[in-house]
């Protein structure tokens, strides 16, 4: 595995919303740095984390490799999805850096613009670790 197969796995798991897709993806003992200061380890861990995107609807994601060495790689992402629940509202909006839009009781839930740089390590053909930084925001309408 490279950054070009990690990524359309990565692609794929998101917009299928698969928690066993994602995990797939890494080392029985590989992490995912979803922040500078989380970090999730094995498959139990990856496959729990993942499962917040069960709350996201219409997923679209698109990326671009910056760089691939083999063993190591990084790209560009983008995502944008429909947020489905009021948990994932609320998840979304207790997110160290993300300010609160207005809403008020009965507004629709926001669809949600995420963009950010995803770093890769592999070994033994799958993802030893994986690191990445992100901002969101609520599409504009």
């Not at 919303?17 to 979803?34: E, I, K, T, V, W």
């Not at 947020?83 to 008020?104: H, K």
């Amino acid at each position: 595995m490279d950054i070009q197969d990690f990524m359309q796995g990565y692609k794929t798991a998101w917009e299928a919303r698969d928690p066993a897709l994602f995990a797939a993806l890494f080392r029985d003992d590989g992490s995912y740095h979803n922040t500078p200061f989380q970090v999730q380890t094995g498959h139990a861990e990856l496959a729990a984390y993942w499962k917040r995107v069960q709350l996201q609807e219409d997923v679209k994601l698109s990326f671009e490799i910056l760089a691939n060495e083999g063993s190591t790689g990084i790209a560009h992402w983008h995502v944008t999805y429909q947020v489905a629940s009021e948990e994932l509202f609320r998840i979304w909006a207790s997110s160290t850096g993300t300010s609160l839009p207005s809403r008020q009781p009965g507004d629709a839930l926001p669809r949600m613009v995420l963009d950010g740089v995803l770093q890769a390590r592999f070994a033994d053909g799958l993802c030893a670790e994986a690191r990445i930084w992100w901002h969101s925001m609520p599409e504009a309408r």
